[in-house]
């Protein structure tokens, strides 16, 4: 059974930057596409990025292009998020998903994912 475990959440000033890691077991992520989403309090969940199973494609929610950098390492089985310049509107708890589907290259789409983390939270705040 696939598990996700998200680390690297915190308290950041605003311009600061926090690194995310996914680290998966159980199963290896060289076959899943993995994303990136987050919760804000009275929120819905929403995609902040993806990256395909051989990261050659990824993609991002408009209000962190530029900011935020997705990558993999199949071979440490863990996807990262690179978030810079945070703004106090990133607070949220954070997620990673996997999505099992082989007919995608990666989504920010909620309903595309099968496998989810218990989340880290994520606050900027001064």
């Known amino acids: 059974q696939l598990q996700l475990v998200e680390s690297g959440g915190g308290l950041v000033q605003p311009g600061g930057s926090l690194r995310l890691s996914c680290a998966a077991s159980g199963f290896t992520l060289d076959y899943l596409a993995i994303g990136w989403f987050r919760q804000a309090p009275g929120k819905e969940r929403e995609g902040v990025s993806c990256?395909?199973?051989?990261?050659?494609?990824?993609d991002y929610a408009d209000s962190v292009k530029g900011r935020f950098t997705i990558s993999r390492d199949n071979a440490k089985n863990t996807v990262y998020l690179q978030m810079n310049s945070l703004k106090p509107e990133d607070t949220a708890v954070y997620y990673c998903?996997?999505?099992?589907?082989?007919?995608?290259?990666?989504?920010?789409?909620?309903?595309?994912?099968?496998?989810w983390g218990q989340g880290t939270q994520v606050t900027v705040s001064s």
């Open positions: 990256i395909s199973r051989r990261g050659r494609s990824t």
């Open positions: 998903a996997a999505d099992a589907s082989v007919f995608r290259l990666c989504t920010l789409s909620v309903s595309d994912y099968d496998y």
